[in-house]
């Protein structure tokens, strides 16, 4: 094992670890960022750097901002290890990667959990079929790899992902067969009384508005207030079954409307595994629906001397993740002494204005596009855990049989133990408990995560 | 195999981008170059990646960004490859992953520690 020792670890190469890496390598700290993918920018600029004039054009301009972000982390100092599967970090800052199919680890005297958010899971009728994914998937395959359905697609749920997705495809000259809208008319309604402060972050919403506009300008069907959507299947020519319909209703009225390509969305939701294989303090957030680990304001966890940027402490955005990635930086550079109190605090203070101003946007977007129950806590038949096919109904049962929580959940039917382990079923078999059992999400509890974060094999493993 | 591809590419090819020649299931496809394997496999019009250890259902992408596991394959007799994580090579020889994964192949490993079949 080597015995190598940085000053900072920063995992994740979005906004808020490419910042935080930046920023600690101007105080001349050494810095290591790891990231899983081959290339800086995260979900959010993902192929950043790769992208050429026309696709920037498409994607619009919050996506070409990502460029300077990206051009100062490379100018920093900080080293970058892409294509590093990071697979453990200790609570004493051990952290153990995998890259290249060999294991290498390292320490850390402060450690950065950038790892962003994840799309918060869908399950509906038909949502493991072969040509249904998310919103986030099918812009991935636009940025890294200008790809984009052969055919008109459907767009399901709800979120400022699955509209912005939709306004770069008609910038892109892409067909769309449908925008199939959860949100309803309640929604708009309770959503209205945090309108004052989302006028003060105008700009954001100006920007919402317009895009809805360009959607219905070029004659997008839309459909609002959607329920009981349903992924209808069909044979494909060689025999496998995949999607062929979107089965809704409308305030009672049922539509079907035929796609091969359906993208679901409701909202991001912060990827966790890090912070609860940590056992770092959490708290459910009523108003994300979600996890979000307990922070100091400079991001720090309860586990001493590890923090978290961006949307894996809550969601906040690209913008917030930048600046929550360079308030970390700071407080880092304190405690190691490269700065003093003083210096951290005058840096801090614009910082810390400019975050609580775009995250005024939160409060109006978090209650408009709140993911609906039925969207959340599915149906008995609804396959919630993908991985080994376990149905909400199974979970329901197996709550009578006295399942109190998730992790119980795994011993009655192996919910949640594939490979993904929980990523795309956690929050619902949280919210599925805790709804059965009548007690809130907090009670119940997450999966207790443990290392390795990402699989690696025995082989690997014995290599270090 | 192939059937009409979900996804096409937008973008006039780069050459970095240029086609390249990979073997799915043992079958010689052309895909684009310079991306995923998930994404060169999408636009060749592979729309089943595995199926399922479970019920044999048949599974592709959700996700594109390394949490679902649903576009696991083989890849140059390694299973359980996320392809959504694996830049496409030319020649690389690709295989849906059929139910749970098979142990790595090993020359020196007596066939019948693997007759189990897992």
């Given at each position: 094992m080597a015995a190598d020792t940085v000053d900072v670890a920063v995992i994740g190469a979005g906004p808020a670890g490419l910042a935080a890496a930046t920023q600690a390598a101007r105080a001349g700290l050494s810095v290591v960022l790891l990231d899983e993918q081959e290339a800086v920018?995260?979900?959010?600029?993902?192929?950043?750097e790769r992208s050429d004039a026309q696709r920037r054009e498409?994607?619009?301009?919050?996506?070409?901002?990502?460029?300077?972000?990206?051009?100062e982390f490379a100018r920093s100092g900080a080293r970058y290890v892409p294509n590093a599967s990071v697979w453990q970090v200790t609570r004493e800052r051990s952290v153990h990667y995998l890259k290249d199919g060999k294991v290498s680890s390292f320490e850390a005297r402060r450690v950065v959990l950038a790892t962003g958010a994840l799309e918060r899971p869908f399950p509906i009728p038909g949502w493991t079929l072969p040509g249904v994914m998310t919103a986030g998937a099918a812009q991935i395959l636009l940025k890294s790899a200008g790809e984009v359905p052969a055919e008109p697609p459907i767009l399901v749920g709800c979120g400022p992902l699955l509209y912005l997705l939709g306004w770069?495809?008609?910038?892109?000259?892409?067909?769309i067969r449908a925008l199939v809208d959860t949100t309803r008319h309640e929604d708009r309604w309770r959503a209205k009384r945090h309108m004052l402060s989302a006028l003060r972050a105008w700009p954001y919403l100006s920007k919402g508005l317009q895009l809805m506009r360009t959607l219905r300008d070029a004659g997008v069907a839309m459909h609002e207030a959607a329920d009981e959507l349903r992924v209808e299947s069909g044979i494909d020519e060689d025999g496998s079954e995949r999607a062929r319909a979107l089965n809704f209703s409308v305030r009672g009225v049922s539509h079907r409307i035929e796609a091969n390509v359906i993208l679901l969305h409701?909202?991001?939701?912060p990827n966790t595994q890090f912070t609860h294989s940590l056992r770092a303090s959490h708290k459910w957030d009523e108003a994300q629906l979600c996890f979000a680990p307990l922070t100091d304001q400079w991001g720090e966890l309860d586990v001493p001397g590890i923090f978290v940027a961006g949307d894996g402490g809550g969601i906040g955005g690209a913008q917030a993740a930048e600046t929550q990635g360079e308030v970390t930086a700071l407080a880092i550079a304190a405690q190691l002494g490269a700065i003093d109190t003083a210096a951290r605090n005058r840096s801090a203070a614009p910082l810390l204005r400019r975050l609580a101003e775009v995250m005024r946007i939160r409060p109006f977007l978090d209650s408009?596009?709140?993911?609906?129950?039925?969207?959340?806590?599915?149906?008995?038949e609804v396959i919630v855990c993908r991985c080994e096919e376990v149905t909400a109904g199974e979970l329901r049962s197996f709550v009578k049989l006295g399942c109190l929580g998730p992790n119980q959940a795994k011993s009655f039917?192996?919910?949640?133990?594939?490979?993904?382990?929980?990523?795309?079923?956690?929050?619902?078999v949280t919210e599925v408990i805790a709804d059965a059992r009548s007690v809130p999400p907090e009670t119940v509890g997450y999966y207790r995560i443990r290392p390795p974060i990402k699989p690696l094999t025995l082989g690997e493993l014995a290599g270090e | 195999m192939t059937s009409k591809p979900l996804f096409k590419v937008l973008t006039p090819a780069t050459d970095a981008q240029a086609t390249i020649h990979i073997w799915f299931n043992d079958q010689p496809l052309s895909v684009p170059g310079g991306r995923s394997v998930a994404a060169a496999l999408l636009a060749a019009g592979v729309q089943r990646f595995r199926a399922t250890p479970v019920s044999g259902a048949p599974r592709a992408p959700y996700c594109m960004m390394g949490a679902c596991f649903e576009c696991l394959v083989e890849i140059d007799g390694m299973p359980s490859r996320q392809?959504?994580?694996?830049?496409?090579?030319?020649?690389?020889?690709?295989?849906?992953q059929e139910g749970a994964r098979d142990l790595p192949p090993s020359s020196d490993m007596n066939p019948l520690e693997n007759a189990h079949g897992r």
């Amino acid at each position: 094992m080597a015995a190598d020792t940085v000053d900072v670890a920063v995992i994740g190469a979005g906004p808020a670890g490419l910042a935080a890496a930046t920023q600690a390598a101007r105080a001349g700290l050494s810095v290591v960022l790891l990231d899983e993918q081959e290339a800086v920018g995260g979900q959010i600029y993902r192929a950043i750097e790769r992208s050429d004039a026309q696709r920037r054009e498409i994607l619009g301009p919050d996506y070409a901002a990502g460029a300077a972000l990206a051009s100062e982390f490379a100018r920093s100092g900080a080293r970058y290890v892409p294509n590093a599967s990071v697979w453990q970090v200790t609570r004493e800052r051990s952290v153990h990667y995998l890259k290249d199919g060999k294991v290498s680890s390292f320490e850390a005297r402060r450690v950065v959990l950038a790892t962003g958010a994840l799309e918060r899971p869908f399950p509906i009728p038909g949502w493991t079929l072969p040509g249904v994914m998310t919103a986030g998937a099918a812009q991935i395959l636009l940025k890294s790899a200008g790809e984009v359905p052969a055919e008109p697609p459907i767009l399901v749920g709800c979120g400022p992902l699955l509209y912005l997705l939709g306004w770069q495809y008609v910038r892109a000259g892409v067909p769309i067969r449908a925008l199939v809208d959860t949100t309803r008319h309640e929604d708009r309604w309770r959503a209205k009384r945090h309108m004052l402060s989302a006028l003060r972050a105008w700009p954001y919403l100006s920007k919402g508005l317009q895009l809805m506009r360009t959607l219905r300008d070029a004659g997008v069907a839309m459909h609002e207030a959607a329920d009981e959507l349903r992924v209808e299947s069909g044979i494909d020519e060689d025999g496998s079954e995949r999607a062929r319909a979107l089965n809704f209703s409308v305030r009672g009225v049922s539509h079907r409307i035929e796609a091969n390509v359906i993208l679901l969305h409701q909202g991001v939701v912060p990827n966790t595994q890090f912070t609860h294989s940590l056992r770092a303090s959490h708290k459910w957030d009523e108003a994300q629906l979600c996890f979000a680990p307990l922070t100091d304001q400079w991001g720090e966890l309860d586990v001493p001397g590890i923090f978290v940027a961006g949307d894996g402490g809550g969601i906040g955005g690209a913008q917030a993740a930048e600046t929550q990635g360079e308030v970390t930086a700071l407080a880092i550079a304190a405690q190691l002494g490269a700065i003093d109190t003083a210096a951290r605090n005058r840096s801090a203070a614009p910082l810390l204005r400019r975050l609580a101003e775009v995250m005024r946007i939160r409060p109006f977007l978090d209650s408009l596009y709140r993911p609906r129950d039925e969207n959340r806590m599915p149906k008995d038949e609804v396959i919630v855990c993908r991985c080994e096919e376990v149905t909400a109904g199974e979970l329901r049962s197996f709550v009578k049989l006295g399942c109190l929580g998730p992790n119980q959940a795994k011993s009655f039917g192996r919910c949640g133990m594939g490979p993904c382990q929980g990523r795309l079923c956690g929050l619902t078999v949280t919210e599925v408990i805790a709804d059965a059992r009548s007690v809130p999400p907090e009670t119940v509890g997450y999966y207790r995560i443990r290392p390795p974060i990402k699989p690696l094999t025995l082989g690997e493993l014995a290599g270090e | 195999m192939t059937s009409k591809p979900l996804f096409k590419v937008l973008t006039p090819a780069t050459d970095a981008q240029a086609t390249i020649h990979i073997w799915f299931n043992d079958q010689p496809l052309s895909v684009p170059g310079g991306r995923s394997v998930a994404a060169a496999l999408l636009a060749a019009g592979v729309q089943r990646f595995r199926a399922t250890p479970v019920s044999g259902a048949p599974r592709a992408p959700y996700c594109m960004m390394g949490a679902c596991f649903e576009c696991l394959v083989e890849i140059d007799g390694m299973p359980s490859r996320q392809s959504c994580l694996v830049t496409v090579k030319d020649g690389m020889r690709i295989h849906s992953q059929e139910g749970a994964r098979d142990l790595p192949p090993s020359s020196d490993m007596n066939p019948l520690e693997n007759a189990h079949g897992r």
